[in-house]
C-alpha cells in the first residue's frame, strides 16, 4: 500500500500546475515589509522571472576618505549588516526558497553580488536546485576607485542566471540579443557605467537616495533578454524601483518587496513617470566594425535614442523606427542600423551610424543629425 501510495504522490507532482490568473497577483505594487514574509503571500508557480539584489553584506568597517580628505560615501545602512555569515546564509536560503516556490517551472532567477556575498549565494541556489546558466561580468566603465590602495580596483559585480533545473526550459531572445550587440553574440561580459548623473536619484539633502542603484541600462539587456510582454517580474529587494521602471517600459507586469519606507516613496514617484514603450516599438527580432566600438543598442538601453524614436536616411527617402532591442522597423522591413541601410539601398555595405539621421529635439532649430553624433556622447559619458 505504502509503495502504491508513493508512486501516487509522485504523478501528482508531476501534473503541471494550473495557471495562476494574473488578477490575483499585487501587480504593479510594492508590498511594505520583510521580502520573506510578503514573498511567502505570494501564489506557488505564479511568476516568470525574479530579479534579486540582495544586501551584499559589505562588512565595512571604518569610515572611508579620499586623498584629498573628503569622505566617501559607502554602503553603511542597517540593512547590509550581518552579525554572522550564518546569520546571512540563513537569510539568502529563506528568501531564495520563496523565489523558487513563487517561480514557474520554466521560470528564471537573476541575482547580482559582489565578491562579499556571490559565491555563498551561488552555493545556496545551486543547494536549493536552481540551474547556473551563466555567471555574466558587469565590467564597470568608471568604477570607485580603491582610495587606499591597499587592493585592485573592484571594477564588477556578478548576475547568476539560473533556471528551476537542469531540465527546465526558459527565456531566452538570443536574437533580441545579438540585434543590441551589432549583430554579434552577446557576450557573459557586460561593458556598462555605473548609476551616474542625471539617473542617479537624490533626496532633498542632495545625497543618494539609495546607494546601491543600479543603472537602468543593467536591468533593461536582463529583462529584454530574458522576458516578454506581459511577463510578470518579482523583485524582493526593490529599493528605488528600477526593476519597476524598466519593466513598465518594456511592456512587462512588476511586483516589488522593499520595507523601507524611504526607498518606496522614492520609487512610487519614479515609476509614476515612466511611460511605457508603444506596440511598434515594443516589438523585437526573432530568430562595418569602426572603432571606438559601441553597439547601437547601448544607446538604446541608456536612454539615450529611446524606443520609438524616428531615424531618416539625409534624403528621407525612408523612415525608421528605433525597437526596444535596437533594430529598426522600415515598413515590413526590418534588421540593425547596417543591415537594414544595406537592405534599403540594394548596397553591399552600409555604415548605419552615418546613414541614419534624427531630429535632436534639444537643439532649438530642430537640427537633424547623424546617429553617430548620440555615440560620441555616449563615449563622453562612459568616458566621465
Known sequence: MGVLETTKQRARRAVKPAAVPKEALPLGQILDGDCVERLRELPDASVDLVFADPPYNLQLGGDLNRPDGSHVDAVTDHWDQFDSFKLYDDFTKAWLTECKRILKPDGALWVIGSYHNIYRVGTILQDLGFWILNDIVWRKTNPMPNFRGTRFTNAHETLLWCSQGEKSKYQFNYRAMKTLNDELQMRSDWVLPICSGGERLKGEDGHKAHPTQKPEGLLYRVLLATTERGDVVVDPFFGTGTT?????????????????????????????KELPLDESALTTMQAGRTAPKVAFGALVENGMLKPGTELFDKKRRWTA????DGSLLCGKQSGS???LGKE??????????TFWHYEDANDEGGAVKPIDAVRQLYLLSVED
Not at 321 to 324: E, L, N, Y
Open 244 to 272: 519597476g521602471a524598466v519593466a513598465k517600459r518594456l511592456g512587462r507586469e512588476w511586483i516589488g518587496c522593499e520595507r523601507e519606507s524611504a526607498y518606496r516613496e522614492v520609487a512610487h514617484a519614479r515609476i509614476a
Open 321 to 324: 523606427t528605433v525597437r526596444a
Open 337 to 339: 542600423i547596417h543591415g
Open 344 to 353: 534599403l539601398q540594394g548596397a553591399p555595405s552600409c555604415n548605419g551610424w
